[in-house]
């Protein structure tokens, strides 16, 4: 069965940084684009950043670009997003997927970003 599991969230102060870990596990996912998507209260999840499987790909939210960055290791089933210059407008429940086919097949629980001002 296959399970993601965020974690890294927490509560930072405006310009701070944290790092989110998503760690896949019941398959193999260094063949397969695996991203990051955020929820805020009241509004629709939106895209953040994906990876591919070389990591040589890595598109961005124009929201974040320059301030985020993702990355994997496939040797852990594993893929990071590293946030800095964090604002309030990043607060939101950060979610990570994995697309085995044609959309993000495999999502995990959500991990709770909060950014005070």
């Known amino acids: 069965q296959v399970q993601l599991v965020e974690s890294g969230g927490g509560l930072v102060q405006a310009g701070g940084s944290l790092r989110l870990s998503c760690a896949a596990s019941?398959?193999?996912?260094?063949?397969?684009?695996m991203g990051w998507f955020r929820q805020a209260p009241g509004k629709e999840r939106e895209f953040v950043a994906a990876?591919?499987?070389?990591?040589?790909?890595?598109p961005y939210a124009d929201s974040v670009k320059g301030r985020f960055t993702i990355s994997r290791d496939n040797a852990k089933n594993t893929v990071y997003l590293q946030m800095n210059s964090l604002k309030p407008e990043d607060t939101a429940i950060y979610y990570c997927?994995?697309?085995?086919?044609?959309?993000?097949?495999?999502w995990g629980q959500g991990t709770q970003v909060t950014v005070s001002s």
């Open positions: 997927a994995v697309k085995v086919g044609y959309g993000y097949d495999y």
């Open positions: 019941g398959g193999t996912f260094s063949s397969y684009v």
């Open positions: 990876i591919s499987w070389s990591g040589i790909s890595t």
